[in-house]
T-cell receptor
Framework: NAGVTQTPKFQVLKTGQSMTLQCAQDMNHEYMSWYRQDPGMGLRLIHYSVGAGITDQGEVPNGYNVSRSTTEDFPLRLLSAAPSQTSVYFC???????????FGPGTRLTVT | AQSVSQHNHHVILSEAASLELGCNYSYGGTVNLFWYVQYPGQHLQLLLKYFSGDPLVKGIKGFEAEFIKSKFSFNLRKPSVQWSDTAEYFCAVNAPGGGADGLTFGKGTHLIIQP
């Protein structure tokens, strides 16, 4: 069981570039989420999904897109990167609403 | 929407001291409560969780937390800290059915244990 995996571990982008952060889980969890972690801010929810084909916005969704075509994968897309999106991004999954979340190792993104 | 407040942003203790980290949340309905720990350079690990039942919950590494519903609090405690407890600690709340079904985190407490 690999749990929640994320790629890449590190990424540097120029302003305006686009990219996709990958997230996969092998626990057959229905719920998946994306968070960003910034110093002094804790973690903030970007988008989440309660099952394949279903996604919704969290606290800070602007500038990010998601889709959930399979149970296993939940990619996060940055359409036009901005310096304000420099952050550490964590993907998480859980079995259902009343269960704990399992976090991936994170992707450290720098936008110059 | 729910919110979480952690009282201390930085805490410095000596080894063997007792620890209590405060956490309050604001939400009027049923909540699930969590404490996560993030060691330097690592991802978040679950320390303990409360869903229902006994309000005193025990977690890993000797940590415990008490849910006091009347005070909307979920404080983390450890009777005797070790140098290896140096880390960032996050309190989080999830309100099932209360809007966005993700965790709302506090801003974190950076704990430094001096040998």
């Amino acid at each position: 069981n690999a749990g929640v995996t994320q790629t890449p571990k590190f990424q540097v982008l120029k302003t305006g570039q686009s990219m996709t952060l990958q997230c996969a889980q092998d626990m057959n969890h229905e719920y998946m989420s994306w968070y960003r972690q910034d110093p002094g801010m804790g973690l903030r929810l970007i988008h989440y999904s309660v099952g394949a084909g279903i996604t919704d916005q969290g606290e800070v969704p602007n500038g990010y897109n998601v889709s959930r075509s399979t149970t296993e994968d939940f990619p996060l897309r940055l359409l036009s990167a901005a310096p304000s999106q420099t952050s550490v991004y964590f993907c998480a999954s859980k079995r259902g609403s009343n269960y704990e979340q399992y976090f991936g190792p994170g992707t450290r993104l720098t936008v110059t | 929407a729910q919110s979480v407040s952690q009282h201390n942003h930085h805490v410095i203790l000596s080894e063997a001291a007792s620890l209590e980290l405060g956490c309050n949340y604001s939400y009027g309905g049923t909540v699930n409560l969590f404490w996560y720990v993030q060691y330097p350079g690592q991802h978040l690990q679950l320390l303990l969780k409360y869903f229902s039942g006994d309000p005193l919950v025990k977690g890993i590494k000797g940590f415990e937390a008490e849910f006091i519903k009347s005070k909307f609090s979920f404080n983390l405690r450890k009777p005797s800290v070790q140098w290896s407890d140096t880390a960032e600690y996050f309190c989080a709340v999830n309100a099932p059915g209360g809007g966005a079904d993700g965790l709302t985190f506090g801003k974190g407490t950076h704990l430094i244990i001096q040998p």
